[in-house]
DNA sequence: TGACACCGATGTGTGCAGACATCAAAACTC
DNA sequence: GAGTTTTGATGTCTGCACACATCGGTGTCA
C-alpha cells in the first residue's frame, strides 16, 4: 500500500470533481462509491469529510452526496490548485496565480523593505546577484532554483504568513516545469538587474523602490507569460447580496 | 442537535489548536478524545481527517494525533482564518488580511477594467454613487452595507476567482462588528470620491486609473488602521530549500 | 565486557462490517 | 392545499482484524 485508501479516494473523486467529470449538481450515493471504488463506508466517509471543507461535495440526507459548482470551491486550497492544474483548466488556474502572483509581489517587497530582518536582506542580495550570474553564464537550472528562492525568501520576509504561503505551499507542490507556468525559464537581461534592484532597496529599507522593481518584474513576467494562457474564458463569479 | 456532531468536533479541536491551547508537538490519542469529546470513534476519525487536510495535525501510527506548527497550516482557509480571528493572533490576521486585500484591490480594480462584463461595470457605478449619497447623509449601516456589495464587485469584475474569493470567504465571516477591524466604520470624504473614480475609471475601461484610484483607497485604509493592530508581533515563516 | 544488529512484543492508526438513530424529501391523506 | 405518514439516505455507535512504527530484550561478535 502507498498510500492510505481514503487519501485515495480523495485524489479520486477530487480530480473527476475539478474536471467536470462530475459535474455540479450530479449526486452520488455513498453505498453506491463503496463499490465503485471498492473500499468500506468509513474510507468513503472520511474522503467525503474532507471534500466537504474543501467545499467541492455538500452532504444531504434522504439526496446523498451532491457535487458543488467551482464558485462554491475554496480556490486557495493547495489540492484544488493541483487539480485544476491537471485538468482543461489549467491555463486559467495559471493564470489567475499568476495575478495573485503579480498583485502580492511588490506589496511583499515593500514590507519586506520595512520588516524584514537583517539575515533575510543578506541572503536576498546574494541570491540576486547569483542569480545574475548564473543568467549570465547561462545556467538554467542554477538559474530557476534561484529564482524560486528568491522569491520565496522575498514572500516570506514581508512577515504576512499569507504572502509567505503563497510560494511555500502552492508553488511547492508544484514541482519542476510546473513552475514554468508561472515563472519566464530563461532570464531577460533587464530583468535580472531588477532582481538585484529590488535585494538592493530591501538591504537599505527603500520600500518604494523596492516596491517599483518588483512590480516591473511582474509586468514583465505577465506580459511574457500572457500568451501561454492564450485566451481562457474567464469566469465571473456573481455576488451575493 | 444543531449542528453535527463531527462539526462540533472540528470546532472544538480546530479552535483550540489555533489558540495555542494545544501546542505544536503535543500529541492525542484517538481514544482520549473519544472520551473527552464524548463522541464515536468515527466522529473523532472524520474530525482528524478534516483537521489534517487543513494541515493543523498529522497522523502515526505508534504515535498518535500530534500537533503541528503554525507554518504548516494553510492560512488561506476560511476556517483557519475564523479560528485565528477569535485568538489572541486576532490582530495579525487582520492585518495579514487587510495587506492581501490592500495589495489585491489595485490589481483587481486593473484587470476589472479591462474585463468585467458590463452589467456589472453599470452596477459598480450605481452603488459607488450610492455609497457617497450615504456617506453624505451619515447613513452608516447602508454605508457599510454598499461599501462591502462595492468591494465584492469589483473583486469578481476581475474574472479571477481567487480575488473574487478573497471578498466571498473571507469578508463574509467577519459578520457585524468584525468588520470595522477591516473597514474605517465612518466615511472619509475623499475615499467616497475615490469609490467613484474606481467605479467611473471601471466602467470606461481605463485600468490605470482604475488601480490609482483603488490604491489611494487601499493605502488611505491602511494608513487609517494600521494603529489597530499596534505592533502585533510579525512572523517570518523561515523558507525550506 | 561492551557495542551492535536483530527480532518479537506492544500499542496505535487504518480499514472493515453491521446495527440503530435521525431527519428531510416525498408520498399520502383529508 | 395543508397536514401527516412513510421512506430512504446520511449520521452515529460499536466490535473486530490488520498494518506497522517504536521500543526493549536477546543474541552475536569483537
Known sequence: MTTSLHHRAI?????????GNLPAGHV???EQLEVELKVSRSVIREAVRVLQSLGLVETTKRVGIRVLPPSRWNPFDPQVI???LASDARGAQLRSL????AAVEPAAAELAAQNAPAPLRLELVDVAYAMRDAGHNGEVPRFLELDIQFHSLLLSGSGNEMFANLMGQVAETLTGRTVH???PDHPHEAALQWHVDVAEA???GDSAAARDASDRIMRRTMSQMSDTWTE????FIPVRH
Do not use: D, F, H, Y
Open 11 to 19: 485524489e479520486n473523486l477530487g480530480t473527476r470533481i475539478v474536471s
Open 28 to 30: 452520488m450515493l455513498a
Open 82 to 84: 493541483r487539480w485544476r
Open 98 to 101: 499568476a495575478e495573485l502572483r
Open 181 to 183: 507556468g508561472l515563472m
Open 202 to 204: 530591501i538591504s537599505r
Open 232 to 235: 481562457q474564458p474567464r469566469v
